[in-house]
């Protein structure tokens, strides 16, 4: 049995999964996690974890220093919830209107919290500090939390050697890892176009220049890109998820606004699919004589895995959850905070299954929603056996060197 499954008493599960339940019940949006940050500080507390707070206002780091010397080991969760109605009938529910943890960031938290927990009574024995990353303002796109906490400096006196990250992942059963190396979600860019013609009577169109038909031309337009100009083995999404405009139906519409999102996993697909858009975008609206503005915000890159720390994931899941435990996975077009971290220093992020047994699984961001809390004592396991394989790896290294 390993140091953490011996840990994990059914007492233990059970105390973090009602400190999940008490995040679900008081949702907070990204940025204005400051209720959730106080109970993680006083969790860190109470569990005799030094830490620091006020990273991108609501952010905490977590230090546990083992009694020997070896390497930094950083594990991060992300705190906030979003603005979604909760259309669930559990007894946990929202508390709080139009807000819900509907991406499971609230069991992300608790895991971290057990995970802080379970390694702080290991203390004696572990080589190396590991650090907690409580980050909040994930969902925030494209600003988010990670750079902003590594910009208050969060690692500025203790820089971690690698990191590590989870997401609960509806489409896997639970005690199923993914985990890959390279690209594991996607680069997630965001668009407003503003088209402006100009409106009159309905009946008149030879008067006006409308903003309805330039905008339908563009929507079909930009769909060209991902099936004319993206080589067919890469992968592109581009979606225009909102459109307003118009006044009235025998007004030809003055404006329209179209706001999407574009999705890649490589670098140069991404620049490939940001300059079609502008000449589309822009080419279209003069064919038509209309004027656009384009306001596009270069979002969360790509989450790159470094192979070495899939690896030891992938070595800690099947350690703990047996040799199946970790099946080939396709990378996701979602995009995530973490890899803002991972551009700076290496690790992995990984899926925890968290599936439904019984009934319809509503995917991430559904405001019905529901994760397994199956999953959290095997996300809590995984991760602290990550933590201490990762850890071995340092230890390994220092001793190889001397
Ligand atoms: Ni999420």
């Known amino acids: 049995m390993g140091k953490a499954k011996a840990l994990l008493t059914d007492l233990f599960v059970q105390e973090i999964i009602d400190i999940r339940r008490d995040f679900h019940r008081h949702p907070e949006l990204s940025g204005e996690e400051y209720e959730t940050s106080k109970k993680v500080q006083s969790y860190l507390q109470e569990a005799g974890i030094e830490f620091r707070s006020g990273f991108a206002k609501t952010g905490v780091l977590g230090i546990i220093k083992g009694a020997k010397r070896g390497g930094v080991v950083a594990v991060r969760a992300d705190m906030d919830a979003l603005p979604i109605q909760e259309q669930n009938n559990l007894p946990y529910k929202s ?57 208050d400096g969060v690692f500025n006196d203790i820089a971690p050697d690698c990191i590590f990250g989870l997401h609960v992942w509806p489409d896997l059963p639970v005690g199923k890892i993914g985990v890959r190396a390279h690209e594991i979600m996607g680069a997630s860019d965001r668009f407003k176009i503003t088209i402006q013609g100009s409106g009159g009577h309905a009946s008149m169109p030879h008067q006006t220049i409308d903003a309805v038909i330039v905008a339908s031309q563009l929507i079909n337009q930009l769909q060209t890109i991902v099936s004319r100009n993206v080589d067919p083995l890469d992968s592109a999404v581009i979606t225009v998820g909102k459109i307003t405009g118009g006044d009235r139906y025998n007004v030809i519409a003055e404006k329209v606004v179209l706001e999407g999102t574009i999705r890649t996993f490589k670098n140069e697909v991404k620049s490939l699919v940001k300059s079609r858009f502008y000449n589309i975008v822009e080419g279209t609206a003069k064919i038509h004589g209309a004027n656009v503005e384009i306001d596009y915000f270069d979002g969360y890159p790509a989450t790159m895995n470094t192979p070495k720390w899939a690896d030891v994931v992938k070595k800690a899941a099947d350690n703990a959850l047996g040799n199946d435990a ?58 602290t056996t990550t933590v201490l394989e990762a850890l071995t790896n340092f230890a390994k290294v220092k001793e190889g060197a001397k």
């Open 95 to 151: 508390k709080v209107s139009g807000k819900m943890h509907a991406c499971g960031h609230d069991a992300h938290t608790a895991m971290l919290i057990g995970v802080g927990r379970l390694l702080q009574e290991m203390k004696e024995e572990i080589h190396g500090t590991v650090l907690l990353v409580f980050q909040p303002a994930e969902e925030n796109a494209p600003i988010g939390g990670s750079k902003p906490m590594m910009e």
């Open 326 to 383: 970790t099946p080939e996975v396709n990378p996701s077009l979602g995009g995530e905070d973490f890899a803002r971290f991972l551009e700076k220093y290496e690790g992995a992020f990984f899926w925890l299954g968290s599936k439904m047994e019984e009934g319809i699984q509503k995917p991430l961001h559904d405001s019905q929603f529901i994760l397994n809390e199956d999953c959290i004592a095997v996300g809590m396991e995984v991760m």
